[in-house]
Nanobody, 125 residues
């Protein structure tokens, strides 16, 4: 069983930055493709970013391209989401997820077997 714990959320003004971290335990982290998703109140959980097992490939939802960067450290068993130029519409609970299916799972929520508890990001205008 893989456990994922997110941290780094908080309250920030528009235009500011936050770095989310997701620490994994209980499995072989380097074998899992990883993703970040977010869910705003009253909305469905949406894909934000994904990264391959080795970290050489990434993808993003269009609304965060050029502002967010996903990365991973397979020694520290951690995946990161650097968020710059934050906007009020980025306000949501952010979740990391791990997929044991193949090298890369992208935006396919069904491919992710394990999820963290989420961390709140609030961007004020």
């Amino acid at each position: 069983q893989v456990q994922l714990v997110e941290s780094g959320g908080g309250l920030v003004q528009a235009g500011g930055s936050l770095r989310l971290s997701c620490a994994a335990s209980g499995g072989t982290f380097r074998l899992y493709a990883m993703g970040w998703f977010r869910q705003a109140p009253g909305q469905e959980r949406e894909f934000v970013a994904a990264i391959t097992r080795g970290g050489e490939g990434t993808s993003y939802v269009d609304s965060v391209k050029g502002r967010f960067t996903i990365s991973r450290d397979n020694v520290k068993n951690t995946v990161y989401l650097q968020m710059n130029g934050l906007k009020p519409e980025d306000t949501a609970v952010y979740y990391c997820a791990a997929s044991p299916v193949g090298r890369y799972s992208g935006s396919d929520r069904s491919a992710y077997a394990w999820w963290g508890q989420g961390t709140q990001v609030t961007v004020s205008s």
